[in-house]
């Protein structure tokens, strides 16, 4: 059974970079799309990234396009989100999941998700 767990979150502040990992265990992140999503308090989940197991081509959203970074270490069974120029409304629990990467709006296709890690972005 595959599990994923997210850390790397924490406070930063605008402007600042945090460094999220998403580390798998059980199965080996080899046959999965993996994907980060964050949800706000009070907002509906979003997708921000997903990188394809494939060829390794990744989406984002418009939001963080240019800012934040989608990779995976296959050899390590992780994938991470380098997030840069953090801006306010960046906080927000991020989750990592793995499926298939569609859409960054097919939540449905993402089968194991983590717990989600803490960011938030303040003075």
């Known amino acids: 059974q595959l599990q994923l767990v997210e850390s790397g979150g924490g406070l930063a502040q605008p402007g600042g970079s945090l460094r999220l990992s998403c580390a798998a265990s059980?199965?080996?992140?080899?046959?999965?799309?993996i994907g980060w999503f964050r949800q706000a308090p009070g907002k509906e989940r979003e997708g921000v990234s997903c990188?394809?197991?494939?060829?390794?081509?990744?989406y984002y959203a418009d939001s963080v396009k240019s800012r934040f970074t989608i990779s995976r270490d296959n050899a390590k069974n992780t994938a991470y989100l380098q997030m840069n120029s953090l801006k306010p409304e960046d906080t927000a629990v991020y989750y990592c999941?793995?499926?298939?990467?569609?859409?960054?709006?097919?939540?449905?296709?993402?089968?194991?998700w983590g717990q989600g890690t803490q960011v938030t972005v303040s003075w």
């Open positions: 059980g199965v080996t992140l080899d046959y999965y799309d």
């Open positions: 999941a793995a499926g298939v990467c569609l859409s960054l709006s097919d939540y449905e296709s993402f089968g194991s």
């Open positions: 990188i394809r197991v494939t060829d390794g081509s990744a």
